[in-house]
C-alpha cells in the first residue's frame, strides 16, 4: 500500500516532520545551551525565512525575524507576502527591526 504523501517532492509534505525538523528537536532537548531568542534574517522571506522560521518555532526555540534585513528575490511583493505569512503564524510580537535590536527605536516594518 502507497502512502498519498509519498508521491510528492521528499520536500514539500509538513507531516511526517521532516528529518531536518526531528534532529532539530532532538539537538535543542539535549543542549545545554539556554537560548533567550534566535534572531532570523536573510534572503527570500517567502521561501527560506519562512521556512526556518516557522521550523524553529514548531521546534520550541524562541525565534524572532529581523525584517528589515530581509528580502525575496521575487520583489516587495513576495517579501510582503511572505512577512504577512510570518506574522499571522508567529504574532507581530516575534517581528522585529534592526533598529529596534539597537536601541534606535522604530518598530516593525
Known amino acids: ?16 516532520p521532516r528529518p531536518a525538523t526531528a534532529r532539530l528537536r532532538a539537538w535543542i532537548s539535549t543542549s545545554y545551551v ?4 534566535v534572531l532570523v534574517c536573510g534572503a527570500d522571506t517567502d521561501a527560506c525565512v519562512l521556512g526556518v522560521a516557522l521550523g524553529l518555532f514548531d521546534a520550541g526555540v524562541p525565534v524572532e525575524v529581523v525584517t528589515d534585513l ?3 528575490a521575487g520583489g516587495p511583493q513576495a517579501h ?14 516575534r517581528m522585529t527591526t ?3 535590536l539597537m536601541g534606535l527605536g522604530g518598530g516593525p516594518e
Open 1 to 16: 500500500m502507497t502512502r498519498c504523501w509519498s508521491r510528492w517532492p521528499p520536500w514539500y509534505p509538513v507531516w511526517p
Open 34 to 37: 539556554p537560548y533567550r531568542r
Open 70 to 72: 530581509c528580502l525575496s
Open 80 to 93: 510582503q507576502a511572505g512577512l504577512v505569512v510570518l506574522r499571522r503564524q508567529l504574532g507581530t510580537s
Open 98 to 100: 534592526s533598529a529596534e
